[in-house]
């Protein structure tokens, strides 16, 4: 009786981690899979991996950080530049004057550019791109910026309307996983420009 937990665990886990490797196509000719079962440190990444593709999913930082372009049925995300950030090539003209209050937001169409009283920020791009994106980032710097509110954890400020006081509670599990999966996703080459101090009144 005592074994039948660990059995139901190792099951779900093998389960899930089949699911994560047809989900990912993994290409395998039918002959080597029973010889080359995927090792055990292999699967658990690849569960860290489908943790965090859910966990961006679910936070919405697609929203922010892909770009949006007009779809059939109105804006949506342009999933080919998944979470490359606010697109360099982009020209926009200065951010209009804001109002005073209770509206205090102008946001370009691409969702990626916002001027509020903070100024004008852009969101950052999160591909592994090695010079634009967060290539170099190691984990400890992902998880300190999350977790300060300050770039790599002692830099400037992040800016909104980046949800940081939301993003501090994830868990360790969770930016592991956040991180990890955004190692795997397509590297996209986008200098995201550097934001501007709120203007002069
Ligand atoms: C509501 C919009 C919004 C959402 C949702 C959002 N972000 Fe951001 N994020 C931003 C903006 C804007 C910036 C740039 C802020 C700045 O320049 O200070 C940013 C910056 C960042 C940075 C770079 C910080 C730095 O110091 O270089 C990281 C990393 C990041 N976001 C990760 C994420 C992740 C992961 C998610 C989802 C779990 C997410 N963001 C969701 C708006 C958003």
């Known amino acids: 009786m005592k074994s039948f937990p660990f059995t139901a665990v190792g099951l ?7 699911a994560v490797l047809a989900a990912f196509a993994v290409p395998q000719p039918a002959s080597a899979q029973d010889s080359n079962a995927p090792s055990a440190a292999a699967s658990a990444r690849a569960q860290t991996v489908a943790r965090g593709k859910y966990l961006v ?3 919405g930082c ?22 490359s950030g606010h697109p360099q090539d982009a020209q926009l003209p200065s951010a209009p004057q804001l109002p005073e209050g209770p509206w205090v ?11 509020g009283p903070w100024g004008v920020s852009y969101t950052a791009n ?3 791109d090695r010079e634009t994106g967060l290539g170099k980032w190691t984990l400890r710097n992902f998880s300190d910026t999350i977790r300060s509110g300050r770039h790599m954890g002692r830099g400037r400020e992040v800016l909104p309307p980046m949800p940081i006081q939301m993003y501090k509670h994830f868990t360790d599990d969770d930016l592991e996983a956040i991180y990890g999966y955004l190692r795997t996703i397509p590297a996209v080459e986008n200098r995201v420009p550097e934001p501007l101090p709120p203007a002069a009144k």
Do not use: F, Q, Y
């Open 12 to 18: 779900s886990i093998s389960v899930s981690a089949a």
């Open 57 to 59: 999913t679910v936070a």
């Open 62 to 83: 697609n929203d922010c950080h892909t770009p949006w372009k007009m779809g059939a049925a109105g804006p949506e995300p342009d999933m080919s530049r998944m979470l």
């Open 126 to 128: 999160l591909t592994p």
């Open 105 to 115: 937001v102008a946001v370009a169409a691409t969702n990626t550019a916002w001027s």
